[in-house]
DNA sequence: AGCTAATTAACAATCATTGTTATAATATAA
DNA sequence: TTATATTATAACAATGATTGTTAATTAGCT
Protein backbone atom coordinates (compact mmCIF):
# COMPACT_ATOMS: atom_id res chain seq x y z
CA UNK A 1 0.00 0.00 0.00
CA UNK A 2 1.86 3.44 -0.58
CA UNK A 3 1.83 6.58 1.96
CA UNK A 4 -1.76 7.74 3.49
CA UNK A 5 -0.42 11.07 1.70
CA UNK A 6 0.10 9.12 -1.94
CA UNK A 7 -3.48 7.69 -0.69
CA UNK A 8 -5.13 10.73 -0.79
CA UNK A 9 -3.66 12.14 -3.77
CA UNK A 10 -4.71 8.63 -5.73
CA UNK A 11 -8.53 9.59 -4.14
CA UNK A 12 -8.44 13.28 -4.78
CA UNK A 13 -7.18 12.38 -8.65
CA UNK A 14 -9.75 10.05 -9.03
CA UNK A 15 -13.39 12.05 -7.75
CA UNK A 16 -13.11 10.21 -4.23
CA UNK A 17 -13.33 12.45 -1.48
CA UNK A 18 -11.42 12.21 1.93
CA UNK A 19 -13.06 11.61 4.61
CA UNK A 20 -12.52 10.99 8.15
CA UNK A 21 -13.85 7.22 8.10
CA UNK A 22 -11.59 6.57 5.10
CA UNK A 23 -8.70 8.54 6.99
CA UNK A 24 -8.89 6.00 9.69
CA UNK A 25 -9.45 3.02 7.58
CA UNK A 26 -5.98 4.16 5.53
CA UNK A 27 -4.40 4.44 9.35
CA UNK A 28 -5.21 0.58 10.28
CA UNK A 29 -4.13 -0.23 7.16
CA UNK A 30 -1.13 1.22 7.10
CA UNK A 31 2.02 -0.64 7.68
CA UNK A 32 -0.30 -3.37 9.44
CA UNK A 33 0.92 -7.30 9.24
CA UNK A 34 -2.05 -8.50 11.08
CA UNK A 35 -4.02 -9.75 8.24
CA UNK A 36 -7.07 -8.45 9.98
CA UNK A 37 -10.87 -9.10 9.30
CA UNK A 38 -13.04 -6.58 8.48
CA UNK A 39 -15.27 -6.40 11.63
CA UNK A 40 -11.39 -6.11 13.25
CA UNK A 41 -11.05 -2.76 11.15
CA UNK A 42 -14.14 -1.80 11.78
CA UNK A 43 -13.20 -1.91 15.98
CA UNK A 44 -10.31 -0.22 15.32
CA UNK A 45 -11.68 2.19 13.01
CA UNK A 46 -14.74 3.23 15.89
CA UNK A 47 -12.49 3.34 18.20
CA UNK A 48 -10.32 6.47 16.57
CA UNK A 49 -13.31 8.07 15.15
CA UNK A 50 -16.34 7.32 17.03
CA UNK A 51 -18.49 6.52 14.29
CA UNK A 52 -18.43 4.03 11.04
CA UNK A 53 -20.46 1.82 9.55
CA UNK A 54 -19.56 -2.18 8.21
CA UNK A 55 -20.82 -1.16 5.38
CA UNK A 56 -18.46 1.88 4.97
CA UNK A 57 -15.03 -0.16 5.81
CA UNK A 58 -16.43 -2.91 3.22
CA UNK A 59 -16.63 -0.41 0.71
CA UNK A 60 -13.59 1.31 1.14
CA UNK A 61 -11.41 -2.04 1.63
CA UNK A 62 -13.17 -3.00 -2.02
CA UNK A 63 -12.20 0.09 -3.21
CA UNK A 64 -8.80 -0.25 -2.10
CA UNK A 65 -8.23 -3.71 -3.74
CA UNK A 66 -9.76 -2.19 -6.80
CA UNK A 67 -6.61 0.60 -6.59
CA UNK A 68 -4.07 -1.90 -5.77
CA UNK A 69 -3.67 -0.77 -2.60
CA UNK A 70 -4.19 -3.73 -0.52
CA UNK A 71 -5.26 -7.32 -1.38
CA UNK A 72 -7.93 -9.78 -0.16
CA UNK A 73 -6.72 -13.13 0.98
CA UNK A 74 -9.27 -15.95 2.04
CA UNK A 75 -7.21 -18.37 3.90
CA UNK A 76 -10.37 -20.10 4.94
CA UNK A 77 -10.94 -19.38 8.21
CA UNK A 78 -14.73 -18.07 7.33
CA UNK A 79 -13.94 -14.58 6.41
CA UNK A 80 -11.64 -12.49 4.28
CA UNK A 81 -8.08 -10.78 5.38
CA UNK A 82 -7.25 -7.11 4.34
CA UNK A 83 -3.23 -7.49 3.24
CA UNK A 84 -1.66 -4.15 2.19
CA UNK A 85 1.35 -5.87 1.65
CA UNK A 86 1.05 -5.69 -2.29
CA UNK A 87 4.48 -4.72 -3.13
CA UNK A 88 6.36 -7.68 -1.97
CA UNK A 89 5.67 -11.25 -3.60
CA UNK A 90 4.55 -13.42 -0.13
CA UNK A 91 2.74 -16.13 1.01
CA UNK A 92 0.86 -16.93 4.34
CA UNK A 93 1.41 -18.93 7.23
CA UNK A 94 -1.98 -19.77 9.22
CA UNK A 95 -2.15 -21.07 12.89
CA UNK A 96 -4.87 -23.56 13.37
CA UNK A 97 -5.24 -23.43 16.64
CA UNK A 98 -5.20 -19.17 16.75
CA UNK A 99 -6.13 -18.31 13.14
CA UNK A 100 -3.09 -15.80 12.66
CA UNK A 101 -2.10 -15.00 9.81
CA UNK A 102 1.94 -14.41 9.11
CA UNK A 103 3.75 -13.65 6.22
CA UNK A 104 6.11 -15.88 4.93
CA UNK A 105 8.61 -14.81 1.71
CA UNK A 106 8.92 -17.96 -0.52
CA UNK A 107 10.60 -18.23 -3.94
CA UNK A 108 8.72 -21.32 -5.66
CA UNK A 109 9.11 -20.20 -9.35
CA UNK A 110 11.72 -22.37 -10.00
CA UNK A 111 11.00 -25.61 -8.80
CA UNK A 112 7.20 -24.98 -9.52
CA UNK A 113 7.31 -24.52 -12.61
CA UNK A 114 9.79 -27.28 -14.15
CA UNK A 115 7.37 -29.66 -11.87
CA UNK A 116 3.92 -27.96 -12.59
CA UNK A 117 5.16 -28.15 -16.73
CA UNK A 118 5.48 -31.89 -16.72
CA UNK A 119 2.08 -32.26 -15.00
CA UNK A 120 -0.13 -29.87 -15.91
CA UNK A 121 -1.22 -29.92 -19.95
CA UNK A 122 -2.15 -26.31 -20.87
CA UNK A 123 -2.74 -24.13 -18.21
CA UNK A 124 -2.05 -20.28 -17.90
CA UNK A 125 -0.42 -19.61 -14.87
CA UNK A 126 -1.64 -16.05 -13.45
CA UNK A 127 -0.51 -16.73 -10.20
CA UNK A 128 0.84 -19.12 -7.37
CA UNK A 129 -0.28 -19.03 -3.84
CA UNK A 130 0.71 -21.01 -0.82
CA UNK A 131 -0.68 -21.43 2.33
CA UNK A 132 0.95 -23.53 4.97
CA UNK A 133 -0.94 -24.68 8.14
CA UNK A 134 0.14 -25.45 11.27
CA UNK A 135 0.83 -23.85 15.04
CA UNK A 136 2.69 -20.58 15.16
CA UNK A 137 5.37 -19.66 17.89
CA UNK A 138 2.84 -18.85 20.46
CA UNK A 139 0.32 -21.70 20.20
CA UNK A 140 3.60 -24.35 20.14
CA UNK A 141 4.51 -22.49 23.33
CA UNK A 142 0.84 -22.87 25.35
CA UNK A 143 1.32 -26.55 24.06
CA UNK A 144 -1.19 -28.43 21.83
CA UNK A 145 -3.41 -29.27 24.58
CA UNK A 146 -4.29 -26.17 25.35
CA UNK A 147 -6.53 -26.22 21.73
CA UNK A 148 -9.23 -27.73 23.27
CA UNK A 149 -9.35 -26.08 27.12
CA UNK A 150 -12.40 -23.13 27.25
CA UNK B 1 -11.74 -42.21 -0.95
CA UNK B 2 -12.33 -46.02 -0.05
CA UNK B 3 -14.57 -47.86 -2.41
CA UNK B 4 -18.29 -48.04 -2.28
CA UNK B 5 -18.48 -51.59 -0.15
CA UNK B 6 -16.15 -50.43 2.26
CA UNK B 7 -17.63 -47.37 3.08
CA UNK B 8 -20.57 -49.16 3.97
CA UNK B 9 -18.61 -51.51 5.74
CA UNK B 10 -17.23 -48.35 7.57
CA UNK B 11 -20.77 -47.19 7.94
CA UNK B 12 -21.68 -50.18 9.62
CA UNK B 13 -19.17 -50.47 12.01
CA UNK B 14 -19.57 -46.73 12.85
CA UNK B 15 -23.46 -47.56 13.81
CA UNK B 16 -24.30 -45.76 11.21
CA UNK B 17 -27.62 -46.27 8.62
CA UNK B 18 -27.63 -47.35 5.11
CA UNK B 19 -29.66 -45.03 3.58
CA UNK B 20 -30.56 -44.25 -0.15
CA UNK B 21 -29.17 -40.89 0.13
CA UNK B 22 -26.27 -41.65 1.64
CA UNK B 23 -25.42 -44.45 -0.86
CA UNK B 24 -26.58 -42.14 -3.82
CA UNK B 25 -23.95 -39.63 -2.04
CA UNK B 26 -21.82 -42.22 -1.99
CA UNK B 27 -21.64 -42.49 -6.01
CA UNK B 28 -21.37 -39.54 -6.63
CA UNK B 29 -18.43 -39.15 -5.15
CA UNK B 30 -16.82 -41.94 -6.19
CA UNK B 31 -13.62 -41.35 -8.38
CA UNK B 32 -15.06 -38.01 -8.85
CA UNK B 33 -12.25 -35.25 -9.87
CA UNK B 34 -14.56 -32.37 -10.47
CA UNK B 35 -14.12 -30.82 -6.90
CA UNK B 36 -18.50 -30.67 -7.10
CA UNK B 37 -19.72 -28.42 -4.90
CA UNK B 38 -22.50 -29.21 -2.16
CA UNK B 39 -24.65 -27.85 -4.29
CA UNK B 40 -23.59 -29.99 -7.45
CA UNK B 41 -24.01 -32.85 -5.51
CA UNK B 42 -27.44 -32.30 -4.23
CA UNK B 43 -28.14 -31.71 -8.13
CA UNK B 44 -27.14 -34.95 -9.34
CA UNK B 45 -28.03 -37.19 -6.19
CA UNK B 46 -31.56 -35.89 -6.46
CA UNK B 47 -31.33 -36.91 -10.58
CA UNK B 48 -30.31 -40.16 -9.24
CA UNK B 49 -33.10 -40.92 -6.10
CA UNK B 50 -35.54 -38.12 -6.37
CA UNK B 51 -35.63 -37.01 -3.01
CA UNK B 52 -32.93 -35.50 -0.72
CA UNK B 53 -32.32 -32.63 1.10
CA UNK B 54 -29.48 -30.33 0.64
CA UNK B 55 -29.34 -30.48 4.73
CA UNK B 56 -28.59 -34.36 4.42
CA UNK B 57 -26.44 -33.70 1.42
CA UNK B 58 -24.06 -31.47 4.03
CA UNK B 59 -24.06 -33.51 6.67
CA UNK B 60 -23.25 -36.38 4.96
CA UNK B 61 -19.99 -34.55 3.38
CA UNK B 62 -18.94 -33.38 6.64
CA UNK B 63 -19.11 -36.82 8.22
CA UNK B 64 -17.32 -38.40 5.34
CA UNK B 65 -14.53 -36.04 5.82
CA UNK B 66 -14.38 -36.83 9.77
CA UNK B 67 -13.96 -40.47 8.77
CA UNK B 68 -11.42 -38.87 6.22
CA UNK B 69 -12.63 -40.08 3.12
CA UNK B 70 -12.72 -36.80 1.46
CA UNK B 71 -11.36 -33.52 2.19
CA UNK B 72 -13.55 -30.53 2.06
CA UNK B 73 -11.81 -27.63 0.21
CA UNK B 74 -11.71 -23.70 -0.05
CA UNK B 75 -10.12 -22.23 -3.29
CA UNK B 76 -11.76 -18.98 -2.14
CA UNK B 77 -14.58 -19.33 -4.96
CA UNK B 78 -17.45 -18.63 -2.04
CA UNK B 79 -18.27 -22.56 -2.02
CA UNK B 80 -16.83 -25.30 -0.09
CA UNK B 81 -15.52 -27.98 -3.07
CA UNK B 82 -15.34 -31.49 -2.04
CA UNK B 83 -12.52 -33.87 -3.13
CA UNK B 84 -12.61 -37.98 -2.74
CA UNK B 85 -8.73 -37.59 -3.42
CA UNK B 86 -7.18 -38.27 -0.08
CA UNK B 87 -4.99 -40.99 -0.21
CA UNK B 88 -2.38 -38.46 -3.05
CA UNK B 89 -1.04 -35.44 -2.32
CA UNK B 90 -1.96 -32.92 -4.44
CA UNK B 91 -2.68 -29.57 -4.86
CA UNK B 92 -4.92 -27.54 -7.33
CA UNK B 93 -5.27 -25.54 -10.44
CA UNK B 94 -8.48 -23.10 -9.67
CA UNK B 95 -9.57 -20.94 -13.34
CA UNK B 96 -9.88 -17.71 -12.88
CA UNK B 97 -12.82 -17.75 -15.61
CA UNK B 98 -15.02 -20.69 -15.15
CA UNK B 99 -13.96 -21.51 -11.72
CA UNK B 100 -12.87 -25.26 -12.56
CA UNK B 101 -10.55 -27.01 -9.84
CA UNK B 102 -8.43 -29.68 -11.38
CA UNK B 103 -5.48 -31.55 -9.40
CA UNK B 104 -1.70 -31.38 -9.49
CA UNK B 105 0.96 -33.63 -8.45
CA UNK B 106 3.54 -30.89 -6.98
CA UNK B 107 6.36 -31.79 -4.60
CA UNK B 108 7.63 -28.65 -3.25
CA UNK B 109 8.60 -30.37 0.52
CA UNK B 110 12.07 -29.78 -0.63
CA UNK B 111 13.13 -26.36 -1.65
CA UNK B 112 9.98 -25.29 0.49
CA UNK B 113 11.45 -26.72 3.32
CA UNK B 114 14.66 -25.29 2.79
CA UNK B 115 13.47 -21.83 2.34
CA UNK B 116 10.78 -21.98 4.88
CA UNK B 117 13.17 -22.66 7.76
CA UNK B 118 15.41 -19.63 6.93
CA UNK B 119 12.48 -16.98 7.28
CA UNK B 120 9.78 -18.47 9.39
CA UNK B 121 11.40 -18.47 13.13
CA UNK B 122 9.33 -20.91 15.13
CA UNK B 123 6.13 -22.68 13.15
CA UNK B 124 5.24 -26.04 13.17
CA UNK B 125 3.97 -27.52 9.70
CA UNK B 126 0.95 -29.42 9.79
CA UNK B 127 0.48 -29.06 5.95
CA UNK B 128 1.35 -27.20 2.76
CA UNK B 129 -1.31 -25.87 0.37
CA UNK B 130 -0.64 -24.60 -3.10
CA UNK B 131 -3.34 -22.74 -5.68
CA UNK B 132 -2.68 -21.71 -8.99
CA UNK B 133 -4.87 -19.56 -10.61
CA UNK B 134 -4.81 -19.13 -14.34
CA UNK B 135 -6.97 -20.08 -17.22
CA UNK B 136 -7.79 -24.02 -18.11
CA UNK B 137 -7.48 -25.10 -21.64
CA UNK B 138 -11.06 -24.91 -22.19
CA UNK B 139 -10.31 -20.78 -21.37
CA UNK B 140 -8.05 -20.40 -22.93
CA UNK B 141 -9.28 -21.80 -26.65
CA UNK B 142 -12.06 -19.44 -26.38
CA UNK B 143 -9.92 -16.37 -25.58
CA UNK B 144 -9.94 -14.39 -22.30
CA UNK B 145 -11.98 -11.53 -24.28
CA UNK B 146 -15.07 -14.15 -23.56
CA UNK B 147 -14.73 -13.66 -20.47
CA UNK B 148 -16.87 -10.15 -20.60
CA UNK B 149 -19.84 -11.50 -22.71
CA UNK B 150 -22.57 -11.86 -21.21
C1' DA C 1 -22.12 30.53 2.14
C1' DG C 2 -24.17 27.51 -1.48
C1' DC C 3 -24.24 23.89 -4.97
C1' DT C 4 -23.71 19.22 -6.44
C1' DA C 5 -21.82 14.87 -6.68
C1' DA C 6 -20.09 11.57 -3.71
C1' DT C 7 -20.49 9.28 0.76
C1' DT C 8 -22.48 7.62 4.72
C1' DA C 9 -25.62 5.13 7.97
C1' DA C 10 -29.40 2.38 8.63
C1' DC C 11 -31.64 -1.31 7.23
C1' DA C 12 -32.98 -5.09 4.37
C1' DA C 13 -31.40 -8.85 1.51
C1' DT C 14 -28.41 -12.57 -0.03
C1' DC C 15 -25.89 -16.88 -0.02
C1' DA C 16 -23.64 -20.79 2.00
C1' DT C 17 -23.98 -23.39 5.79
C1' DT C 18 -25.76 -25.06 10.28
C1' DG C 19 -29.40 -25.71 14.12
C1' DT C 20 -33.96 -27.69 15.53
C1' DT C 21 -37.40 -30.93 15.68
C1' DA C 22 -41.15 -33.84 14.40
C1' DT C 23 -41.59 -37.67 11.30
C1' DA C 24 -39.75 -41.67 8.85
C1' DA C 25 -36.65 -45.39 7.87
C1' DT C 26 -32.94 -48.85 9.15
C1' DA C 27 -31.06 -52.51 11.85
C1' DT C 28 -31.75 -56.09 14.80
C1' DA C 29 -33.78 -59.29 17.80
C1' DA C 30 -38.04 -61.56 19.39
C1' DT D 1 -42.04 -61.02 10.10
C1' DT D 2 -43.17 -57.79 13.23
C1' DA D 3 -41.82 -54.84 17.17
C1' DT D 4 -38.49 -51.90 19.06
C1' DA D 5 -34.71 -48.87 19.62
C1' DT D 6 -32.01 -45.83 17.36
C1' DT D 7 -30.47 -43.12 13.70
C1' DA D 8 -31.57 -40.31 9.64
C1' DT D 9 -34.37 -37.35 7.06
C1' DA D 10 -37.05 -33.27 5.56
C1' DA D 11 -38.78 -28.97 6.42
C1' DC D 12 -37.91 -24.93 8.23
C1' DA D 13 -35.67 -21.42 10.87
C1' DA D 14 -31.33 -19.30 12.03
C1' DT D 15 -26.66 -17.77 11.42
C1' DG D 16 -22.71 -14.96 9.82
C1' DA D 17 -20.26 -12.59 6.28
C1' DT D 18 -21.04 -9.65 2.77
C1' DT D 19 -23.71 -6.75 -0.46
C1' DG D 20 -27.93 -3.91 -2.09
C1' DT D 21 -30.99 0.20 -1.38
C1' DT D 22 -31.98 4.69 -0.22
C1' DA D 23 -32.63 8.90 2.26
C1' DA D 24 -29.84 12.03 4.64
C1' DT D 25 -25.22 14.11 5.14
C1' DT D 26 -20.82 15.91 3.79
C1' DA D 27 -16.54 17.12 0.97
C1' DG D 28 -14.84 19.82 -2.59
C1' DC D 29 -15.39 23.49 -5.36
C1' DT D 30 -17.34 28.19 -6.68
MN1 LIG E 1 0.35 -11.03 3.78
MN1 LIG F 1 -8.21 -32.42 -5.57
ZN1 LIG G 1 -1.46 -19.65 17.09
ZN1 LIG H 1 -11.80 -22.32 -17.37
Known amino acids: MNSISNLV ?30 EEIYEQVKS ?22 IQIIDVGTGTSRYDPNVNQLH ?5 QNCSKVKDIELDISGEMLKAFSQN ?8 V ?21 L
Request: proline share 2%; with cysteine; net charge neutral.
Open 120 to 127: SGEFKIDR
Open 48 to 69: QIGNVSLKTVYQTLNELESLNQ
Open 9 to 38: DIYRLTNRKITPQRLAIFNVLDSNTDHPTA
Open 91 to 95: HHLVC
Open 129 to 149: EVVIRGLCEVCLGKGSSKQSE
